[in-house]
């Protein structure tokens, strides 16, 4: 169960920054970390990019340095503001992940940094889908997140950041197979590597 830090970490732009810093640490530092889902993508000024779930634009900003075609999406109002304020290089839509607002077939590349771990089973399924519809064909999901360390060594921080800054959503994500779930909806998984003892899962997913 997430604790007060929780709230301030989403209310104060300064300390969810600092937080994510400090968390990225452990694959090198916060710019590694935005590029781990990358790593040996084609990506030109012309791909179609949505930035899933983009927050205030961490990851969006180093999507816009690599395409002029980039889009963020989240849920939030106040994310939103604070991204366009700090990449308005991007285009930006307020919806759910489990409902985009896009035609099929739209994007060449769906890029989405630890924001599956805070959806429900069910919303998962349904985000997963979403993303294979409106990829084009030969398009890439591209995913980091939180997995079940394979070091006994991370697992005491990991659960301790779970405790003070998660809710059970990422619990289960632990719980879950991942690229099985991909595999379920028609993606072929090309690129499963894990991260800093086991704790960070990035996949890369073909449609």
Known sequence: MATFLRTLSYRYQW???GISRIAALSVGGENKFRHLALQG???????RILDLCCGSGQATQILT???RNVTGLDASPLSLERAKEN?????YVEAFA????????KFDLVHTSAALHEMQPEQLQKILKEVYRILQPGGIFAIVDFHQPTNP???PGLWVFFWLFETETAW???RSDLPGLL???GFKVEELKLYAGGSLQVIQARK
């Open 183 to 185: 595999r379920d909806v």
């Open 98 to 105: 489990e409902d985009i607002p896009f035609a099929e077939n």
């Open 172 to 174: 289960k994500l632990l």
């Open 15 to 17: 300390l969810y920054d």
């Open 41 to 47: 993508l084609t990506i030109n000024s012309d791909s």
């Open 153 to 155: 060594l991370f697992v």
């Open 65 to 67: 340095k690599i395409s």
């Open 87 to 91: 990449v308005p290089q991007a285009n």
